[in-house]
């Protein structure tokens, strides 16, 4: 049970791909890049690569199609805090279960609280170093690892082989630019703030346009936070005298729910 759902709550921000209209070229047309939504990309990126420490709270919502036409929504929502090279928190609430993510540069925990038991490993290295190592070595993803990368660019951007502006738009009473960008295989759009000295990433949104019933992807961002306050132990579990350490899982021992959502 442990293996199964540890992997399957760990599955956030495997990928940022929506769909968008706008975006389509007709047949035979060349792919074009405003650059207008490039240069509110590339701010919005360089703004959160250059910051030492984010804190910030995350809803998603993925759909699933079953049988083939059912399309079935599940709901993930948590908090992330990293400060770059020295550790890195972050909590997911995944239906009934609840995982907690430490990392404090040499050590890299997972913590089931319903369940009152963990896995640990030891790692040196940098966050994104832990990303793809988990990623490689057990199939796991960090949740919203992406947009506290120190490159966050090569998701949300590098990739994109047309993109557009679609205007401003108000969300929760703040006014973002509304941008949509596109690749061989996919299409994304993304709302930033328009505040040019917090140009801060508010929401992705995503749409499978391969798979029937084009399940989407739905990804908000809130209370983003640059300075926040928090103890020097928040990068560092310490299971109880009751918490059961369990044995990591390795990827072919499960069947992950979701996985590419």
């Known amino acids: 049970m442990w293996k199964s759902q540890l992997l399957k709550i760990s599955t956030v921000l495997v990928t940022f791909a929506g769909a968008s209209p706008a975006v389509a070229q007709a047949d035979g047309d060349p792919p ?14 360089e703004y959160l690569a250059t910051q030492e420490i984010l804190s910030v709270d995350w809803f998603v919502s993925f759909d699933v199609v079953a049988d083939g036409r059912e399309k079935i929504t599940y709901m993930r929502s948590g908090s992330n805090l990293l400060q770059r090279g020295v550790g ?33 490993t030891e790692f040196v290295g940098d966050f994104d170093a832990l990303a793809d190592r988990a990623s490689e070595a057990y199939d796991l993803r960090l ?8 490159s966050p660019n090569a998701e949300l951007l590098d990739r994109a082989t047309s993109a557009a502006y679609l205007g401003t738009t108000r969300i929760a009473g703040r006014q973002a630019h509304h941008l949509a960008f596109s690749d061989y295989d996919a299409d994304w759009q993304i709302w930033i703030s328009t505040e040019a000295a917090k140009p801060e990433l508010m929401m992705i949104v995503g749409t499978d346009p391969y798979t029937q019933g084009w399940p989407q992807y739905r990804a908000y961002f809130t209370n983003w936070d640059f300075d926040p306050d928090f103890p020097d132990s928040v990068f560092t579990y310490v299971p109880d005298d009751e918490a059961e350490q369990m044995a990591w899982p390795q990827p072919a021992d499960v069947n992950i729910l979701g996985a590419g959502n």
């Open 32 to 45: 074009t890049m405003d650059l207008r939504a490039v240069e509110i990309v590339t701010s919005a990126t």
């Open 88 to 120: 890195f928190y972050g909590n997911s609430e995944f239906g009934e279960d609840t995982r907690e993510y430490f990392f404090d540069g040499t050590q890299f925990q997972i913590y089931d609280v319903e369940e009152n038991a963990y896995v640990s």
């Open 143 to 150: 949740p919203i690892w992406q947009v506290m990368s120190a």
